[in-house]
């Protein structure tokens, strides 16, 4: 079973930036495809971006995209989630999901089967 651990989340002014890390143990990280979810009170959980097994590719939801980069890096078990120019919109708690299969993005969340804890963002204006 893949174990996550998101870290990284705090309170930030808006138009900042977080760098959110996602720790992965238990399995071979570099078969699963990666992706970052958020949750604001009261909402559903929505996608906000993914990457590929190797990281040839990444897909974004579109309020984020230009704003938020997803890497990851294999040799650490890590995925990251750059985002700048942070919006009040933005505040969430943010989950790092994997998922098996095929190597495709995918924005649903009950495509993924390993999930960390969530970090707390907050973009305060």
């Known amino acids: 079973q893949l174990q996550l651990v998101e870290s990284g989340g705090g309170l930030v002014q808006a138009g900042g930036s977080l760098r959110l890390s996602c720790a992965a143990s238990?399995?071979?990280?570099?078969?699963?495809?990666m992706g970052w979810f958020r949750q604001a009170p009261g909402n559903e959980r929505e996608f906000v971006a993914a990457?590929?097994?190797?990281?040839?590719?990444?897909g974004y939801q579109d309020s984020v995209r230009g704003r938020f980069t997803i890497s990851r890096d294999n040799a650490r078990n890590t995925v990251y989630l750059q985002m700048n120019s942070l919006k009040p919109d933005d505040t969430g708690v943010y989950y790092c999901?994997?998922?098996?299969?095929?190597?495709?993005?995918?924005?649903?969340?009950?495509?993924?089967?390993?999930w960390g804890q969530g970090t707390q963002v907050t973009v305060s204006s």
């Open positions: 999901a994997g998922r098996d299969g095929m190597d495709v993005v995918s924005m649903t969340a009950s495509d993924y089967a390993y």
């Open positions: 238990g399995r071979i990280f570099s078969g699963y495809v």
């Open positions: 990457i590929g097994r190797s990281g040839s590719w990444t």
